[in-house]
């Protein structure tokens, strides 16, 4: 089993789901664990990255009891990204209002965000990850995609280019 193609797409859902990249590193380090004591329940005729993406979702919603403390560390390194951006650049200064904006979803919200969006699943693979319907994922997607559109416009002028795209079955 080689989960070394796969350790960047952990780390990135895995920072979605905790918040913050001290915490994800330590999420994937733990599942990965996880993982190696359960290689032998491993299918190898089904892909990889989906079964290590379910260990660090479970990994993560066993170590629930941290989410409060998890959602303070989000807000305090929001706070340290805003003060560590170079003003003048204005792509930068962009990602930061997303990063914003992000962590002031609901993590559900964020979760499925990532998933399709950046991750590139599509909403059967989706679905399956999370043990929910593909309509709950569409359903979930688009407030989602509104929550997030919303937060951007909240906090700025109202004109926010931001196109939320992504999923392989996305329509647009």
Same mark, same amino acid.
């Given at each position: 089993m080689d989960v070394i193609p796969h350790l960047e797409d952990?780390?990135?859902y895995g920072r979605v789901l905790t918040g913050?990249?001290?915490?994800?590193?330590?999420?994937?380090?733990e599942a990965l664990a996880r993982a190696l004591t359960m290689a032998a329940s491993y299918d190898t005729s089904r892909p990889l990255l989906p079964w290590l993406i379910t260990i660090v979702r479970n990994t993560? /919603?066993?170590n629930a009891s941290r989410a409060?403390?998890?959602?303070q560390r989000m807000a305090s390194f929001a706070e340290l990204a805003e003060s560590a951006l170079p003003p003048s650049q204005e792509h930068s200064a962009e990602l930061a209002k997303v990063q914003r904006a992000l962590t002031r979803m609901p993590a559900e919200q964020a979760e499925i965000l990532h998933l399709v969006a950046v991750l590139g699943f599509t909403y059967s693979e989706t679905a399956n990850l999370l043990g929910v319907p593909a309509g709950t994922v569409m359903s979930? /997607?688009?407030?989602?995609?509104?929550?997030?559109?919303?937060?951007?416009?909240?906090?700025?002028?109202?004109?926010s280019r931001l196109k939320i795209v992504g999923g392989r079955d996305a329509a647009y």
């Open positions: 952990l780390w990135r913050n990249d001290s915490d994800a590193d330590d999420l994937v380090q993560f /919603l066993t409060v403390a998890t959602r979930r /997607l688009s407030r989602a995609r509104a929550a997030l559109k919303q937060n951007l416009e909240d906090k700025e002028d109202g004109s």
